[in-house]
């Protein structure tokens, strides 16, 4: 089992910047890949970005470029730098671990609010 807990999230107005941050605990070396998701009130949870233990990483297209995925080396926690904040970002985000032979592992969601 793995346990994520999120942090960082709060109200910034647009243009501004934000720092998540996701510390898992419990059997890292199942961790395949980390990732955050988003969800905005009535729509679906979607991928923003994620890396694998080798360091590959993906972005959504509307994130490139704006935000950038990171993690320690020993999979103990990934990061979310988010600039050029838009409102639209706003959403609640979730940090997300694929494991090795488990289901997937999710936060509990940090709130991410961008005001014009």
């Known amino acids: 089992q793995v346990q994520l807990v999120e942090s960082g999230g709060g109200l910034v107005q647009a243009g501004g910047s934000l720092r998540l941050s996701c510390a898992a605990s419990?059997?890292?070396?199942?961790?395949?890949?980390m990732g955050w998701y988003r969800q905005a009130p009535g729509r679906q949870r979607e991928l923003v970005a994620s890396?694998?233990?080798?360091?590959?990483?993906y972005y959504a297209d509307s994130e490139k470029g704006r935000f950038t995925i990171s993690r320690d080396n020993a999979m103990n926690a990934v990061y979310l730098q988010m600039n050029s904040l838009k409102p639209e970002d706003t959403a609640a985000y979730y940090c997300n671990a694929q494991l090795f032979f488990r289901p997937d592992s999710w936060g509990q969601g940090t709130q991410v609010t961008v005001s014009a």
């Open positions: 890396i694998t233990r080798g360091g590959s990483t």
């Open positions: 419990g059997s890292l070396l199942i961790i395949k890949a």
